[in-house]
């Protein structure tokens, strides 16, 4: 962990359409995002066309979760405070942004106490929750069962699809939630079994078919063993 916290311009920048005199902005040796005396550690990114949000875990309150937005020249967006904001509760592991469409962005992420928990947060353009999200996240596998690797998708109607594995039975499990945080229709709250194909080498990933809102959305599943590779195509509901 280290104390003060940098990102670096041309990095960012791949990911965002950013005027030529943006770049230039920058600094060579990257742009201090935080700076408190607490401590702050796996930092997470997500670009988009007019800056990024950068989302760490951070020890100033306990084990939480805080962010900043950049605007693509680098300086910190007039609605976001320095040395960040507090977007959720607990000893965050990995995370996964994506963004909602609409300006803000959903992140799962793992928490890591006596036992691995997933849980999800909406935030908007300003970092604070979405209506109907919680302040400390929305748990979505909870139980006393260790859940493992969660991962997000967004369903290009504003929702997310998200995927963890239960680490204990190892078997993927997913849910598609609303931007309220609500499941969408179809989908269990404890979340749908996705596969029971065993243990896995790295864990899941999902990604969206960018088919839409004009056809019933796909999600591609992809699970890693250790011997080969194999894709499971999952309808919306």
Not at 10 to 16: F, I, S
Not at 73 to 85: H, M, Q, R, T, V
Not at 86 to 103: N, P, R, T, W, Y
Request: aromatic share 8%; with cysteine.
């Amino acid at each position: 962990m280290r104390r003060l916290m940098s990102i670096l311009g041309g990095a960012l920048l791949a990911g965002m359409a950013a005027a030529p005199c943006a770049l230039a902005d920058w600094q060579s040796a990257g742009i201090p995002v935080c700076t408190n005396p607490a401590n702050q550690y796996l930092p997470a990114l997500l670009a988009g066309p007019d800056g990024v949000f950068v989302l760490w875990g951070d020890l100033r309150s306990d084990y939480s979760t805080y962010g900043d937005r950049l605007d693509a020249d680098g300086s910190l967006n007039a609605n976001w405070p320095a040395d960040g904001k507090f977007v959720a509760l607990g000893d965050q592991g990995s995370k996964s942004l994506v963004s909602d469409g609409a300006g803000g962005l959903y992140m799962t992420y793992l928490t890591l106490g006596t036992r691995y928990d997933v849980y999800a947060q909406h935030i908007d353009s300003f970092g604070n929750p979405f209506p109907g999200w919680p302040a400390a996240g929305l748990g979505l596998a909870a139980g006393p069962d260790i859940e493992d690797d969660p991962g997000a998708a967004p369903d290009d109607s504003g929702g997310v699809f998200t995927i963890w594995e239960d680490g204990t039975l190892h078997q993927i499990r997913g849910l598609r939630l609303r931007a309220d945080g609500s499941p969408a229709p179809g989908w269990p709250a404890t979340g749908k079994l996705l596969s029971t194909s065993g243990r896995l080498a790295g864990g899941p990933s999902i990604i969206s078919d960018g088919e839409g809102k004009s056809k019933p959305e796909i999600m591609r599943i992809l699970k890693r063993y250790v011997a080969r590779e194999t894709f499971r195509h999952l309808p919306r509901t």
